[in-house]
């Protein structure tokens, strides 16, 4: 096997085609320009934390590279030793060996429908589910500043007198729904993929977050938290449950 391709792409890219199972060179020769372009489209859906830097160019370059030295030939070893290899490589690396046996784009496509499944109907339990619940309650005080807004606007606008002096007044109803937003937001993550649960960052959501029109993914999923006792993660998709057993965790 020619582990010197595979040792000559930078750590960065190496760590990128790990995630589509290509952990030799010689796995890497057996994969084809189109197989992994796909392939990574799934790991950055999949791991939307991950920077996929690997382009069709680049990979043209890494496969069209020439060998660094020639492979031996065995006439003595015909089919036996290579069906003892696919075997080998079935037991140890099940991704690989399923991902280049018989129709690749149908097994490709049961594979990923398979992921997503386990992903989105293989609950596991909070490790913090009352700071998963403290984060839900403050997510949701941060309506009363959004009402208050305008409220405030047509107070000044029309010169209504108000109990309270109006810096009062707007500091009570702008600034104090924030605070508990700003220290539990930032501690609440989810168990898989450590993502805020709660965050107004814009990034790709899974297709499983929760949604609600006018209100977005926060809201939906505080609510969803406070009501149900689970939610869905918005970056992975993984049900998540604040009590119950941990339960079984499938491993890929």
């Known amino acids: 096997m020619q582990q010197e391709l595979f040792d000559k792409l930078s750590a960065q890219e ?39 830097t690997l382009t069709e160019a680049r990979l043209r370059a890494i496969l069209s590279a020439p060998p660094s030295e020639p492979q031996p030939v065995e006439p003595a070893a015909t089919t036996k030793p290579e069906a003892d290899d696919e075997l080998h490589i079935v037991r140890k690396d099940p991704v690989v060996s399923y991902r280049h046996r018989g129709d690749k784009n149908e097994q490709h496509k049961e594979k990923a429908k398979s992921v997503s499944q386990v992903m989105l109907h293989s609950p596991v339990r909070s490790s913090h589910p009352f700071l998963a619940l403290f984060a839900s309650l403050s997510t949701l005080l941060l309506i009363i500043p959004a009402i208050s807004i305008p409220a405030l606007i047509f107070v000044m606008i ?82 998540v449950k604040l009590i119950g057993s941990k339960g079984r965790r499938i491993h890929h």
Not at 32 to 43: G, I
Not at 158 to 186: E, G, H, K, W, Y
Not at 207 to 234: D, E, K, M, Q, S
Request: charged share 10%.
């Open 14 to 52: 190496r760590e990128e085609l790990a995630l589509c199972g290509i952990n030799s060179s010689e796995q890497l020769r057996r994969c084809s320009v189109r197989q992994l372009l796909c392939d990574l489209q799934l790991a950055s859906q999949y791991f939307p934390n991950k920077h996929i």
């Open 158 to 239: 029309m010169n209504i007198q108000t109990p309270l002096p109006l810096n009062v007044l707007a500091v009570c109803l702008l600034v104090v729904p924030c605070i508990p937003f700003i220290l539990f937001s930032r501690l609440a993550t989810c168990p898989v993929c450590h993502m805020r649960i709660f965050s107004f960052g814009q990034y790709t959501r899974n297709r499983a977050a929760h949604y609600l029109p006018f209100f977005g993914y926060n809201i939906a999923t505080a609510l969803h938290t406070i009501l149900l006792w689970r939610y869905n993660c918005p970056a992975c998709g993984t049900p």
